[in-house]
């Protein structure tokens, strides 16, 4: 099986070690991962601030980009989000942009979809000997149905202290451009949040959309606790390592 990565703008730029961990998880079930070079932002961003036609031409570059992939597979469900409920609207005037974004539409999908229902895979062979709670990010969520496939994945890793998350559905803050035009209002929806990951008493959040975990865990430091935050698959990935580790 063929796939072609979107790295996307966060992970490209300030978290590489999530990337790295996607592919190395993919190619122990035989995907061979490529990453074309043209691919820039899903135009999100833009869209999300009234900039339609600057949103329209940074889009059409991932219409490019991924032109010829088989799949198209990213660590961010808001990413996804928008190629999945933003582009059908954003191309709809020109018959021939709107058919290929159907085309990457129906090709890209988030991580965790992708193992799980693409590849059938559950048990990824990991372990992680910690109490870990779970971040449900709203534009993979709502926009573009991550269910509950993040904790299918959690729930086989061994020795895992998987507990839920209070108010797991409610908004982190981030929102992308909303943190910046609305900040009060941001800062209070986080450190709402960051209070429901208290009580829960994990040791680390996972989640699988690097805007929502960049927004808590810039807030857990301020506060200064010591919980931990990572994307799905760089947890997934430090798990099978450590039950390799194990094993030798």
């Known amino acids: 099986m063929r796939a072609s990565l979107f790295i996307t703008c966060l992970i490209d730029n300030l978290y590489p070690q999530v990337a790295e961990s996607m592919v190395k998880i993919l190619d122990r079930y035989g995907v061979r991962i490529d990453v074309p070079m043209t691919q820039t932002c ?43 409920h933003d582009y059908p609207f954003l191309f709809q005037s020109n018959e021939r942009l709107a058919a290929r974004a159907e085309k990457l539409k129906a090709k890209t999908y988030e991580f965790s979809q992708f193992l799980v229902n693409v590849l059938g895979v559950r048990d990824v062979g990991a372990r992680f000997p910690h109490r870990v709670t779970y971040h449900p990010s709203c534009h993979g969520a709502r926009l573009l149905g991550i269910k509950n496939e993040p904790e299918t994945l959690l729930s086989r890793v061994k020795e895992i202290d998987f507990v839920e998350l209070p108010y797991a559905s409610d908004c982190c803050g981030f929102g992308g451009t909303f943190a910046v035009k609305m900040a009060e209002i941001s800062a209070a929806m986080v450190t709402e949040k960051t209070a429901h990951i208290h009580e829960t008493n994990a040791s680390f959040l996972v989640g699988t959309d690097m805007g929502c975990l960049m927004n808590i865990d810039g807030r857990l430091k301020r506060e200064g606790s010591t919980v931990q935050v990572k994307h799905l698959a760089e947890l997934l990935y430090e798990g099978i390592l450590l039950e390799e580790g194990a094993s030798r």
């Open 42 to 84: 899903c135009g999100q961003p833009a869209y999300n601030s009234g900039y339609v036609d600057e949103a329209r031409t940074v889009g059409a570059t991932l219409l490019d980009a991924f032109e010829d992939a088989e799949y198209v597979i990213t660590g961010s469900g808001s990413c996804a989000g928008m190629i999945h």
